[in-house]
């Protein structure tokens, strides 16, 4: 295979890299795309199968490489997993969450415990819960679809509430970046009412103009609110306060067609994660395809990047190798190295601190490329989620719908993150498949007379009253025909969730190394990630959001039925530490990962504590650049693609203006 020089190499093909292929191919530059995943189908169909056979309907579950091989259960191996050591491009998984201690089970290595763990210890290393693709398109292939801009403050943490960091320049680089957000809610093509959002805006002192420039509107009105949407909009729950911030609920602009265009208008199939099938919501296919139209720009698949090489006297990146392969578990098929002008890491936040953790270590970058200040893979960051789930008191039909369609924006900033994280509440139309994986549960449990989700049993709440649905029935009642299909409908209509988006301030302990023993089928090292939540601020949000839930379930007459989990196993051995368990003031809680993987990266004003300056460049070396959730200082609480896109178009503008000057 020829390598010609390129204007521009990018590693990674989901929406960052994306849109800067498609930004340069425009202007006539020509752009290599090395993607270390399979090609992007002619159409879904497959994906869709996969999808439909899935036992679990995991993020991840349509895509190759493929998680669902129940023949391939063993008693070792009960879900039948792969082994990421016999496979080329693997990546984490939410069902290997649960096999987080078992290396041939997990694509993450975790380092080990010690054999003792007192109390409330914060050393407690969890699974960590959020996983992502290594495919054409990357992990908008699953995505929600939520296209929330950030706040000004959430650009200014360390300055206004004296936690976290700033971010580079802080309310100067916002600034410079709402142009890019109007731009990055056209391309992805976000459904939204800026009317209403108008209205959150101004309660935290952003005037519209600052937040949207004077004239910009949503290309198309906000997706219809869901009866579920409604049954929280009542005055009960508007009228709520918490630590000073009123409650009320805005429409959620969002990736996905409200009227026919380009793509389909959205058909409310409420399975958005892991896949739309009608392609009413926007993935990075879509600007990959614009991208390759351009005749300026070339994919290769099934591409590992392997090694960044770095010259010993300029420091100027000088070719990125890889290798490559024909099928996931077959043999490496060749080698090669590419070249470019520039060079751009698109590859994710666990994937490209890999690669350059992983490259040319010799006298000059001993740590890897890029890693002068050490700060690469490390402040490791999601928004960890608190889930809390109820009966509604009349029927609002879940299970419709795109996943959410409406939120609680009114909580994602005021003077209380001085003392704890701020949240944004997601209300979901799922149901509580999410939950409590209904409606698979529930019908187990009056088929089989079960009582794992509280509805057919001896289940109490935290004030005495039964949480039994039908006090006629007895405890663990075993129902067929009309009795058991009327209590299901009973049930399944009237279930409502809510999600707490908690910001998760850097930690520099928690992070993405090398594994000194782990690796994948190419012989390339996998990740060893150490990932804890044990900052007050953090877990002060779990306990808000705890309060926060049962009032407003309270206040709309619902019944909370989010079951209270049991208390982490802190002795023993290491693999009886529960992942994703936690316990605080007198509380157990357990987080979800929201997908939004941010921090490894990031951008800084200093080179001592950064890896990125705040034109997304390396500080160690001039003609490579990084984009992605991984450059973010700090989190926020605002879903990260639309401002993972509105940068990725910043850093488009900078390698074409250093292309010129050039």
Same mark, same amino acid.
């Given at each position: 295979?020829?390598?010609?020089?390129?204007?521009?190499?990018?590693?990674?093909?989901?929406?960052?890299?994306?849109?800067?292929?498609?930004?340069?191919?425009?202007?006539?530059?020509?752009?290599?795309?090395?993607?270390?995943?399979?090609?992007?189908?002619?159409?879904?169909?497959?994906?869709?199968?996969?999808?439909?056979?899935?036992?679990?309907?995991?993020?991840? @579950?349509?895509?190759?490489?493929?998680?669902?091989?129940?023949?391939?259960?063993?008693?070792?191996?009960?879900?039948?997993?792969?082994?990421?050591?016999?496979?080329?491009?693997?990546?984490?998984?939410?069902?290997?969450?649960?096999?987080?201690?078992?290396?041939?089970?997990?694509?993450?290595?975790?380092?080990?415990?010690?054999?003792?763990?007192?109390?409330?210890?914060?050393?407690?290393?969890?699974?960590?819960?959020?996983?992502?693709?290594?495919?054409?398109?990357?992990?908008?292939?699953?995505?929600?679809?939520?296209?929330?801009?950030?706040?000004?403050?959430?650009?200014?943490?360390?300055?206004?509430?004296?936690?976290?960091?700033?971010?580079?320049?802080?309310?100067?680089?916002?600034?410079?970046?709402?142009?890019?957000?109007?731009?990055?809610?056209?391309?992805?093509?976000?459904?939204?009412?800026?009317?209403?959002?108008?209205?959150?805006?101004?309660?935290?002192?952003?005037?519209?103009?600052?937040?949207?420039?004077?004239?910009?509107?949503?290309?198309?009105?906000?997706?219809?609110?869901?009866?579920?949407?409604?049954?929280?909009?009542?005055?009960?729950?508007?009228?709520?306060?918490?630590?000073?911030?009123?409650?009320?609920?805005?429409?959620?602009?969002?990736?996905?067609?409200?009227?026919?265009?380009?793509?389909?208008?959205?058909?409310?199939?409420?399975?958005?994660?892991?896949?739309?099938?009608?392609?009413?919501?926007?993935?990075?296919?879509?600007?990959?395809?614009?991208?390759?139209?351009?005749?300026?720009?070339?994919?290769?698949?099934?591409?590992?990047?392997?090694?960044?090489?770095?010259?010993?006297?300029?420091?100027?990146?000088?070719?990125?190798?890889?290798?490559?392969?024909?099928?996931?578990?077959?043999?490496?098929?060749? @080698?090669?190295?590419?070249?470019?002008?520039?060079?751009?890491?698109?590859?994710?936040?666990?994937?490209?601190?890999?690669?350059?953790?992983?490259?040319?270590?010799?006298?000059?970058?001993?740590?890897?490329?890029?890693?002068?200040?050490?700060?690469?893979?490390?402040?490791?960051?999601?928004?960890?989620?608190?889930?809390?789930?109820?009966?509604?008191?009349?029927?609002?039909?879940?299970?419709?719908?795109?996943? @959410?369609?409406?939120?609680?924006?009114?909580?994602?900033?005021?003077?209380?993150?001085?003392?704890?994280?701020?949240?944004?509440?997601?209300?979901?139309?799922?149901?509580?498949?999410?939950?409590?994986?209904?409606?698979?549960?529930?019908?187990?449990?009056?088929?089989?007379?079960?009582?794992?989700?509280?509805?057919?049993?001896?289940?109490?709440?935290?004030?005495?009253?039964?949480?039994?649905?039908?006090?006629?029935?007895?405890?663990?009642? *075993?129902?067929?025909?009309?009795?058991?299909?009327?209590?299901?409908?009973?049930?399944?209509?009237?279930?409502?969730?809510?999600?707490?988006?908690?910001?998760?301030?850097?930690?520099?302990?928690?992070?993405?190394?090398?594994?000194?023993?782990?690796?994948?089928?190419?012989?390339?090292?996998?990740?060893?990630?150490?990932?804890?939540?044990?900052?007050?601020?953090?877990?002060?949000?779990?306990?808000?959001?705890?309060?926060?839930?049962?009032?407003?379930?309270?206040?709309?007459?619902?019944?909370?039925?989010?079951?209270?989990?049991?208390?982490?196993?802190?002795?023993?051995?290491?693999?009886?530490?529960?992942?994703?368990?936690?316990?605080?003031?007198?509380?157990?809680?357990?987080?979800?990962?929201?997908?939004?993987?941010?921090?490894?990266?990031?951008?800084?004003?200093?080179?001592?504590?950064?890896?990125?300056?705040?034109? *997304?460049?390396?500080?160690?070396?001039?003609?490579?650049?990084?984009?992605?959730?991984?450059?973010?200082?700090?989190?926020?609480?605002?879903?990260?693609?639309?401002?993972?896109?509105?940068?990725?178009?910043?850093?488009?503008?900078?390698?074409?203006?250093?292309?010129?000057?050039?």
């Amino acid at each position: 295979m020829s390598n010609p020089t390129y204007d521009l190499v990018i590693v990674g093909s989901g929406i960052a890299g994306a849109i800067v292929a498609h930004q340069l191919g425009r202007q006539g530059k020509k752009v290599l795309i090395l993607e270390a995943g399979a090609p992007v189908p002619v159409d879904r169909s497959g994906y869709m199968q996969t999808f439909f056979k899935a036992n679990a309907k995991t993020p991840e @579950s349509p895509y190759p490489p493929t998680t669902q091989n129940p023949t391939a259960a063993t008693p070792d191996n009960p879900l039948g997993l792969p082994d990421p050591a016999t496979e080329n491009a693997p990546r984490y998984t939410v069902l290997q969450i649960g096999a987080w201690r078992n290396p041939k089970q997990c694509y993450f290595d975790y380092p080990p415990q010690p054999p003792y763990l007192k109390g409330d210890s914060p050393e407690v290393t969890f699974a960590f819960a959020s996983s992502y693709e290594r495919i054409g398109g990357g992990t908008t292939w699953h995505w929600l679809g939520t296209s929330l801009r950030l706040f000004p403050t959430d650009f200014t943490l360390k300055t206004t509430y004296g936690h976290g960091v700033d971010w580079p320049g802080g309310q100067t680089f916002y600034q410079a970046l709402v142009p890019y957000y109007e731009k990055a809610t056209d391309v992805i093509g976000v459904s939204g009412d800026k009317t209403q959002l108008d209205t959150l805006y101004t309660q935290f002192k952003v005037s519209p103009s600052g937040q949207y420039g004077p004239d910009y509107d949503y290309p198309m009105p906000a997706i219809v609110d869901s009866l579920v949407d409604q049954a929280f909009d009542v005055p009960a729950v508007t009228t709520l306060t918490v630590d000073g911030n009123p409650v009320y609920l805005t429409p959620t602009p969002q990736g996905r067609n409200s009227l026919p265009g380009d793509r389909r208008q959205c058909a409310g199939n409420t399975n958005c994660i892991p896949i739309c099938p009608i392609q009413a919501k926007y993935d990075a296919t879509v600007t990959l395809g614009d991208a390759l139209q351009t005749g300026n720009v070339e994919i290769r698949y099934r591409c590992v990047a392997s090694n960044i090489r770095v010259d010993d006297d300029t420091a100027e990146v000088v070719g990125i190798d890889y290798i490559s392969y024909d099928e996931h578990t077959g043999d490496a098929t060749g @080698s090669g190295t590419v070249t470019a002008s520039k060079y751009l890491l698109a590859a994710h936040a666990i994937e490209t601190p890999k690669l350059l953790l992983m490259s040319n270590k010799n006298k000059n970058f001993p740590n890897g490329v890029a890693n002068s200040s050490g700060q690469v893979g490390r402040n490791l960051m999601d928004h960890v989620m608190y889930l809390a789930w109820g009966l509604a008191k009349d029927p609002v039909y879940a299970f419709r719908g795109p996943l @959410s369609t409406s939120g609680i924006e009114s909580l994602r900033d005021g003077a209380f993150r001085k003392n704890r994280s701020a949240y944004r509440i997601e209300i979901g139309n799922e149901g509580w498949q999410w939950a409590a994986n209904d409606p698979f549960t529930t019908l187990a449990d009056f088929v089989f007379g079960q009582d794992t989700n509280q509805l057919n049993g001896n289940a109490v709440n935290p004030q005495g009253q039964p949480l039994r649905f039908n006090p006629n029935l007895p405890a663990n009642s *075993q129902l067929f025909g009309a009795q058991l299909v009327d209590t299901l409908n009973g049930i399944y209509v009237r279930q409502i969730r809510l999600g707490y988006l908690i910001e998760q301030l850097p930690d520099p302990d928690n992070r993405v190394e090398l594994s000194p023993t782990e690796t994948d089928h190419l012989g390339l090292p996998r990740p060893r990630v150490t990932y804890r939540i044990r900052q007050d601020y953090e877990r002060d949000g779990f306990v808000s959001a705890k309060q926060v839930s049962t009032e407003i379930f309270n206040a709309m007459g619902a019944t909370e039925y989010t079951r209270t989990p049991p208390a982490p196993v802190l002795y023993g051995a290491a693999d009886q530490v529960t992942a994703t368990n936690f316990q605080y003031q007198g509380n157990n809680f357990t987080f979800y990962g929201a997908g939004h993987i941010a921090g490894t990266y990031r951008m800084g004003d200093s080179k001592s504590d950064s890896v990125l300056n705040a034109r *997304q460049q390396s500080w160690d070396h001039g003609n490579l650049y990084m984009v992605g959730s991984g450059v973010f200082p700090t989190i926020a609480t605002g879903n990260p693609t639309l401002t993972i896109a509105a940068l990725a178009l910043q850093a488009a503008d900078n390698i074409l203006q250093d292309l010129a000057a050039a």
